[in-house]
């Protein structure tokens, strides 16, 4: 048992708050931190979704009032992903984040998983908005999860720009580095609101912000899949496309060339999943992730009444 363990800050990576353990501890490596923490030094205490979290739980200090779920919920990227897989896919990642079972994250989850946070390029990134205000509420900075995603450039407080830390980590971690170790800079460079792309960007910003908040939505790949061919045929959708299809094609392009840093990887990362493809497509199309998943869980509660 580990005599103590940081308290979560809001939205904080678990990477983070592992992170600000080893330092506070002074362990050497990232194998010893894992061995303290009573996780598996095979196990990966990755960026995304990080395994083992039970041996974690059991570490820690009489009276704690943390678990796997609640780390898994609060402090990890599932929840971003929850919706689009199917219920035997959740279960699965879920199981093997809380167990130890290392490795049994589905290999062709963990090959989608690298692609979601910054970290797959070596790269961890902050809000300077956020760092100081981090800083006078905290006494310390720390990573926020909403900043790891890869293709999400911006802070949806602050309206600004996210910067790159000097981190270079493999993408299922290999070294615990606390934010306050890997920030310079600290000035903001902020969005401008009248680029159609900010602008479209601030709102899947608040639709990643929605999906972080959401514990029950239906795992119906399916009816995803039928939501936007209904989309495809809404009024609003259609006369959208047909008006500004020159736009939807430039905004399209340019995310995909953030999603890979540069677009020269474009044909790789095409067959891949990435959440925020599809919750651009859902904007794109005049929704918001809220309205769009209302009626998916909607069209799940009938599909079951249906089925009684
Ligand atoms: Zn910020």
Not at 158 to 182: G, N, W, Y
Not at 200 to 222: K, Y
Request: aromatic fraction near 10%.
């Amino acid at each position: 048992m580990i005599g103590h363990f940081p308290d979560p800050y809001p939205d904080e990576l678990f990477y983070s708050i592992c992170s600000r353990f080893s330092a506070l501890m002074g362990f050497p490596s990232f194998k010893a931190t894992l061995c303290e923490l009573g996780m598996s030094k095979y196990a990966s205490a990755g960026v995304a979704l990080p395994q083992n979290l039970d041996a974690l739980v059991a570490q820690l200090p009489p009276g704690h009032a943390y678990s796997s779920d609640l780390f898994i919920d609060k402090h990890t990227m599932l929840p971003l992903f929850a919706p689009f897989f199917t219920e035997e896919q959740y279960v699965q990642v879920r199981t093997a984040m809380n167990g130890n079972s290392v490795g049994s994250i589905h290999r062709a989850t963990v090959s989608i998983c690298h692609h979601l946070y910054s970290g797959s390029a070596g790269v961890m990134r902050f809000c300077p908005g956020c760092v100081a205000n981090d800083r006078e509420i905290h006494g310390e900075a720390y990573w926020h999860r909403v900043h790891q995603i890869c293709g999400m450039d911006l802070c949806l407080v602050h309206r600004c720009h996210l910067e790159q830390a000097r981190i270079h980590l493999a993408p299922c971690a290999d070294m615990f580095k606390t934010a306050e170790s890997c920030i310079e800079r600290l000035e903001a460079r902020r969005i401008d609101e009248r680029n159609p792309i900010h602008k479209i960007s601030l709102g899947v910003a608040n639709d990643i912000a929605w999906l972080f908040d959401q514990t029950d939505l239906p795992h119906r790949p399916d009816l995803i899949a039928r939501g936007y061919i209904d989309l495809l045929y809404e009024r609003a959708y259609y006369k959208r496309f047909k008006r500004a299809g020159g736009f939807v094609e430039k905004t399209r392009r340019a995310l995909l060339s953030e999603l890979d840093g540069g677009g020269d990887g474009l044909v790789r990362l095409s067959p891949k999943f990435h959440p925020l493809e599809e919750l651009w497509f859902i904007r794109l199309a005049g929704h918001t992730a809220e309205s769009f998943f209302g009626g998916i869980a909607s069209r799940a509660t009938d599909s079951q009444d249906s089925v009684r």
